[in-house]
């Protein structure tokens, strides 16, 4: 069963043609990844899928419920997750309170009331640190409960990148969309993420869009995936098979081969 | 999922972060200090300390639209004017009590937030300081119009006898002792804001806002409750500030006066609502220090040149050598001293190292 479906979405910005007709399917539980080479659009893919942008053409289903006009929080509340290329953390806040900001859409006020006028102050106090305990859960499932009480400022690259992966896996998402995990992460890092990701979608089941640069971390962990260049789709496929078709080569590595040599 | 997670333990490690008995000797000594400058028959003091405590509930607000929400406000001092004028106009034309018209001062204030906020949350940083500036202009241009209801530029005479719930409040340390209570239930109302859902929501909204949207922030909602929160702390702030002046006029909510709340912002330091809390004493008792300093010193300068140079040269020197404020240097302090001293792990270490150079 299908999770996402985008059919020919089209977006420009002033005269640049950003994705020009994209129509990708994501698959329940499955590892996909987008490959292409800078400005060929995979961000923008992500950000229309996420309604920061709005798309100028075309249709978004996410759970076969079209979300192409609905605003960022909903779709959000919706169970798409975002894992940014840039770290987008509060860098003021510490590691557990970001993580639990990430737990927004899954907090509301009517279970604390209930519990509250039914006298059930043992609940109660399971629900006032509901957020905090799931949050530190996540910690603990990413290996980082030490860092719970630092400042993110202070946090090394790769934590920082763990930190907001769990951020995002603390609501318990149903897709997330994960932009650019490895970059600039080096060898042994890469490692640990691909096996990570391999770990989520095992654990929680949870779909994993990525997109991707570092080929070899594709190969290791997607089921399935696209290749674009210039805002349009050039291939898919098994991994393997698409990074053998010609056009797909010609895009990474810039023109014709035998030209250069 | 796997975890390994146990419950007993962390809540152990919970309890042990958060030693809440600090907190009782904290609130009772306002009240002690009260009683003492009562005995002492200090009715200046008492009055200063009264002013501290109006700009204490008027700074928590503050905190919490431009500290933690990071909604930057110069018409603080106009949320206040509204808060105070209402109130003012409560009891005078319509013979309400206390409570109801402190708390119609409030509701007011954050009413007419929201229509401000309606046109400002769209707006960023010095944008949206310039149209809270715009605000400013037109609350105290508003309070000279309006002559029928607010009295123009005579101003208007409170009251400072009061009744809360059955009690009569007529002497200045009874007033006090309100005012603290006050204080009080607005410090507990904050901090407890800054550690649910809503205050991480705010943090979000300042530090990130398109992470805040991704993860189910709705941003134009939450800049609306930053703006009716402060600005209700605001309003009742300013039906006390009429209480304690005993007089309302236009001279006092001018623009100048909310970038006076700024200074005591960035001095305090934003985000923690205790910095605030520090920063509003802080530069409510500075023309008390200026003039005792003055007399030290012996300076033959106005007190009032004095005092705007000193406002200035604070300020700046807080942005260029402090700029999370006093209770930013206090939270380094202590995070200086729990590294280094008294954490077990650290000095074993140190044993270690001493052992063998």
């Given amino acids: ?261 | 999922m796997k975890s390994r997670y146990v419950h007993e333990e962390r809540d152990e490690e919970r309890d042990m972060a958060r030693n809440l008995y600090w907190y009782i000797p904290l609130m009772i000594m306002p009240f002690l200090t009260g009683y003492f400058l009562n005995e002492m028959e200090n009715s200046y003091w008492i009055y200063l300390l009264c002013l501290v405590g109006v700009n204490i509930i008027s700074m928590v607000g503050m905190d919490i639209l431009t500290g933690l929400a990071g909604q930057l406000s110069l018409g603080h001092a106009s949320f206040m004017a509204i808060g105070g004028y209402v109130y003012a106009i409560a009891v005078n034309d319509y013979g309400l009590q206390f409570l109801p018209a402190s708390l119609l001062g409030g509701i007011s204030a954050s009413f007419v937030a929201i229509f401000l906020a309606l046109l400002a949350c769209r707006l960023e940083y010095l944008y949206l300081a310039i149209a809270t500036m715009g605000f400013a202009f037109i609350t105290e241009e508003m309070i000279l119009l309006l002559k029928t209801v607010t009295r123009g530029v005579e101003g208007m005479a409170v009251s400072s006898s009061i009744r809360v719930l059955g009690f009569e409040v007529t002497s200045k340390i009874e007033f006090y002792y309100l005012v603290y209570v006050i204080v009080i239930l607005a410090i507990v109302i904050g901090r407890r804001i800054l550690n649910t859902k809503l205050g991480r929501a705010f943090i979000s909204i300042r530090d990130s806002d398109t992470a805040a949207k991704v993860l189910g922030v709705n941003l134009f909602q939450y800049k609306l409750l930053a703006f009716t929160i402060g600005a209700f702390y605001a309003g009742v702030a300013g039906s006390l500030y009429g209480i304690t002046i005993g007089y309302l006029g236009p001279s006092d909510f001018t623009v100048s006066a909310s970038i006076y709340y700024l200074v005591m912002l960035v001095v305090g330091g934003m985000g923690y609502i205790y910095g605030s809390v520090s920063g509003a004493i802080a530069i409510t008792l500075l023309p008390e220090i200026i003039r005792y300093g003055k007399d030290i010193i012996g300076l033959a300068a106005d007190i009032y040149d004095l005092q705007a140079l000193m406002y200035g040269l604070i300020m700046l020197v807080f942005i260029v050598a402090e700029p999370t404020g006093i209770y930013g240097r206090w939270r380094k302090i202590r995070f200086y001293w729990k590294a280094f001293p008294f954490n077990k792990e650290q000095k074993q270490r140190v044993a270690w190292i001493r052992r063998w150079y």
Avoid: W
């Fill in chain 1, 1 to 261: 069963m299908e999770i996402l479906r985008t059919e020919n979405i089209e977006l420009s910005f002033g005269g640049l043609m950003a994705l020009g007709g994209i129509s990708i399917e994501v698959e329940e539980k499955e590892i996909l990844a987008v490959v292409g080479p800078n400005g060929a659009g995979k961000s923008t893919l992500f950000n229309c899928i996420n309604g920061i942008y709005r798309t100028d053409r075309g249709e978004i289903c996410f759970c076969d419920e079209n979300i192409t006009r609905m605003p960022t929080h909903r779709i959000a509340a919706m169970g798409v997750g975002r894992i940014f290329q840039k770290v987008e953390l509060f860098p003021n806040a510490c590691v557990l309170e970001n993580v639990m900001v990430g737990m927004h859409t899954k907090l509301n006020m009517g279970p604390l009331v209930k519990a509250f006028l039914h006298g059930n102050f043992r609940k109660l106090y399971q629900l006032i640190y509901h957020a905090e305990n799931e949050a530190y859960q996540i910690l603990e499932y990413l290996g980082i409960t030490k860092f719970h009480n630092s400042l993110v400022a202070e946090l090394p690259y790769g934590i920082k990148k763990l930190v907001e992966i769990g951020r995002a896996l603390v609501a318990r998402p149903k897709l997330i969309l994960l932009d650019e995990p490895a970059v600039g992460m080096n060898a042994q890092e890469k490692r640990q993420i691909a096996k990570l990701i391999l770990d989520i979608r095992e654990d929680m089941g949870i779909t994993i869009f990525l997109v991707e640069h570092d080929l070899n971390l594709v190969l290791s962990v997607a089921d399935r995936m696209y290749a674009m260049d210039a805002g349009l789709l050039i291939a898919s496929g098994e991994p393997a098979s698409v990074l053998k078709e010609p056009n797909v080569v010609e895009a990474f590595l810039g023109g014709d081969l035998n030209v250069v040599h």
